[in-house]
């Protein structure tokens, strides 16, 4: 007779299961980053597909089980816990925003994109009632930022050229998502004192930072560092306030030991970082433009193109926007940067703003960047009023590390393309849903409290309608979901073709200029040997006639002016065929043009 082997009810993977809606999300958090985001462009609307047909199974289920009450303290209590009114606003406009778009197809994709963020938000916030819950997530979490981190660690070492991508095809959205990642695994890693969770967020906190380094994205860079330093304050001010409760003037001195193992992660990861003694001079090359970003070309590149082009889009519909999902559609004729997008094709990093909060007042208007901004200080400001008055616990350590992830995504969302993409920004709704799940109020009251559904004769049929309408609206984007992208790679190989021979023209023509400025220095000095000769005419009228003689004899000024000119005209006429080359690659059948 065989013996059945029973899955021990208190194990992690049985506690996930048993919650459909936690073990949905769970899932989501780790298949979209890790298994929908190849660095082949032909699969790469494959994630954004993911991401919704996962918010579509949340949904589903989500009011399947459905518990609704909309008494009036419930509807009111609702509304003004975190970020939850300014969330329900941002999400409307968006689709009436839609609803009025001239083109469906892109506005549709990016209303579900927002629709499935905050449907992830309003989960995590509702769903993950028990400590057990945020247990699992945060172990999930720490997960992904290991696999993440190995894969970026792997792409570097195995890629020709040194890059750091992982499975993105680009290091801005893996630098985003590692960003977003490191306050919580840093936290969990300082304040899980003596677990086998704190030793994994340790060894997940060293490679974050290691992998989030070889990246050498800036912003990046400049995320996590405004993260950490807020996650430092937020523990100072928690630390404060504990000492003051219990009036112990020593309470703080007492707990000084605890800088210890902040200090020995840093250590170690610089340690880890110095490992890779090849990379070292370009990172620290890299980080020094930070000094001096205003005159970095590509930061140049970025302000006097995207962002003023982004802003002229804003000036033209400072109140309605130009729909939202669509600034990739309309930016060419204002930035000149990326590529003109076709219908049925998919936007890709060059074609975005490059600047959240612009793109977002350019599709949406001021009154989208407002209340976006309203989703972001809302919740932060909700967090600061409960954070310092919670006991130690993974909750306070969550709410901690979800608010420093917020602020990390507000610096890094300035000069950052990535959040415009689902399998990165569902990250972010991610992080506020998690901290409004430990502020919420009566939060822990619910940790022992049974789930009560309603009758499946009322919420089955409703389900099901429900997931139909989903349904149709995610099919109605499936082709643009999963357009092949050869015709937009086939326009950015041309572009590259295009920009490096404007790249051989330029080197070519300063050479020349070089060229120019040596026979000029040779010019004056042979100018000079001449004058001195002619000084040594006594007579003052010769002395004068030789001297002018020697000017005309040797007009270096005339002649620098005139190769420079020269070498102008060319290094003009040089990158026009270039760029008559580069439209004529553009044109071509192969490219996907019509005829």
Not at 227 to 234: I, N, Q, R
Request: proline content about 3%; charged content about 15%; hydrophobic content about 50%.
């Amino acid at each position: 007779m065989r013996t059945a082997v029973a899955v021990p009810r208190n194990s992690w993977w049985a506690q996930a299961l048993q919650n459909r809606l936690i073990a949905l999300v769970l899932a989501m958090v780790v298949i979209v980053p890790l298994l929908a985001s190849p660095a082949d462009s032909r699969l790469a609307g494959i994630a954004a597909l993911a991401f919704e047909g996962f918010a579509v199974l949340l949904l589903v289920t989500l009011f399947w089980r459905a518990r609704l009450d909309l008494s009036r303290e419930r509807v009111t209590t609702f509304l003004r816990t975190g970020a939850n009114l300014p969330v329900l606003l941002f999400v409307a406009l968006a689709a009436l925003s839609c609803a009025l778009s001239p083109n469906k197809a892109y506005s549709l994709q990016e209303t579900l994109k927002i629709g499935a963020g905050a449907l992830l938000y309003f989960v995590v916030a509702y769903q993950f009632r028990q400590s057990k819950h945020l247990s699992m997530l945060v172990d999930t979490l720490l997960f992904l930022a290991i696999a993440v981190s190995l894969a970026g660690m792997a792409s570097y070492q195995f890629s020709s050229t040194g890059a750091t991508t992982a499975l993105f095809g680009n290091k801005q959205p893996l630098a985003s998502l590692l960003m977003i990642l490191l306050p919580i695994v840093a936290v969990i890693a300082i304040n899980e004192k003596g677990t086998n969770r704190q030793y994994v967020a340790q060894f997940a906190t060293v490679l974050t930072a290691g992998c989030l380094l070889l990246s050498q994205t800036r912003s990046g860079w400049m995320g996590a560092t405004a993260g950490l330093l807020t996650l430092g304050v937020l523990a100072l001010m928690s630390a404060l306030r504990k000492q003051s409760s219990t009036a112990g003037s020593g309470n703080l001195a007492a707990q000084k030991h605890k800088l210890v193992l902040p200090v020995m992660l840093v250590v170690v990861s610089i340690g880890f970082f110095s490992l890779m003694a090849n990379q070292n001079s370009a990172i620290m090359e890299r980080a020094s433009t930070l000094s001096n970003l205003a005159e970095h070309a590509s930061v140049q590149e970025r302000v006097q193109h995207n962002w003023a082009g982004a802003m002229e889009m804003i000036k033209a519909r400072p109140l309605t926007g130009w729909g939202v999902g669509l600034f990739p559609i309309h930016q060419f004729g204002y930035t000149n940067m990326g590529s003109i997008i076709d219908p049925g094709h998919r936007a890709t990093l060059a074609e975005q703003a490059h600047n959240f909060y612009l793109q977002t007042a350019a599709e949406l208007g001021l009154p989208g960047l407002l209340l976006m901004l309203g989703v972001l200080g809302s919740f932060l400001v909700a967090g600061l009023h409960r954070v310092d008055k919670m006991d130690s616990g993974i909750r306070q350590s969550l709410l901690m590390g979800s608010m420093a992830a917020v602020v990390a995504f507000a610096v890094d969302a300035v000069g950052s393309p990535s959040w415009q993409f689902g399998q990165v920004s569902m990250f972010l709704w991610l992080m506020l849903g998690v901290g409004v799940s430990c502020i919420r109020p009566r939060a822990k009251a619910e940790e022992a409290e049974p789930v009560v559904e309603f009758s499946p004769r009322v919420t089955r049929p409703f389900s099901l309608a429900t997931a139909c309408i989903a349904l149709v609206a995610v099919g109605s984007t499936f082709n643009l979901a999963s357009a092949n992208h050869t015709y937009n790679h086939c326009r950015e190989q041309c572009s590259r073709q295009e920009a490096n021979c404007k790249l051989v023209v330029a080197s070519r023509e300063n050479n020349r200029r070089r060229q120019c400025f040596r026979a000029a220095g040779n010019c004056e000095r042979q100018r000079d040997a001449c004058v001195a000769n002619a000084a040594r005419i006594r007579n003052a009228a010769e002395r004068r006639r030789a001297v002018s003689a020697c000017h005309n004899r040797f007009p270096c000024e005339r002649r620098q002016a005139e190769c420079e000119a020269d070498a102008n005209t060319r290094q003009q006429m040089g990158e026009n065929g270039c760029e008559i080359r580069g439209d004529r690659c553009r044109n071509q059948p192969a490219c996907g043009l019509p005829q």
